[in-house]
């Protein structure tokens, strides 16, 4: 069983920058792939970011490439997500998520998810 809490969401103006960070506890972080999603308003919970478990592969959707970035420092059992440029189409609640083994781009994939964090960008 793994444990994830979220935090650093909050309200931002467009162009501004938040850090979020997620911390598992639980069993041996490097086993896990660790994942970022987001659910807006009325949509779908989507892929935001994938890490791999030893960090050196990252994944992105295309809409945040260039923006975010994806990190986990394995010492300390965290998994953050640096979003840059925000903008208002990135207001959504954020989860963070892990998976034993192979990172995967399917939610179902993910056993583990923490509760999740606001992040609200105004325009």
């Known amino acids: 069983q793994v444990q994830l809490v979220e935090s650093g969401g909050g309200l931002v103006q467009a162009g501004g920058s938040l850090r979020l960070s997620c911390a598992a506890s639980?069993?041996?972080?490097?086993?896990?792939?660790m994942g970022w999603f987001r659910q807006a308003p009325g949509k779908e919970r989507e892929f935001v970011a994938i890490?791999?478990?030893?960090?050196?592969?990252?994944y992105y959707r295309n809409s945040v490439k260039g923006r975010f970035i994806i990190s986990r420092d394995n010492a300390k059992n965290t998994v953050d997500l640096q979003m840059n440029s925000l903008k208002p189409e990135d207001t959504a609640v954020y989860y963070c998520a892990a998976r034993g083994g192979l990172y995967s781009f399917t939610q179902s994939d993910y056993p583990y998810w923490g509760q999740g964090t606001q992040v609200t960008v105004s325009s």
């Open positions: 639980g069993r041996t972080f490097s086993d896990y792939a």
């Open positions: 890490i791999s478990r030893s960090g050196g592969s990252t």
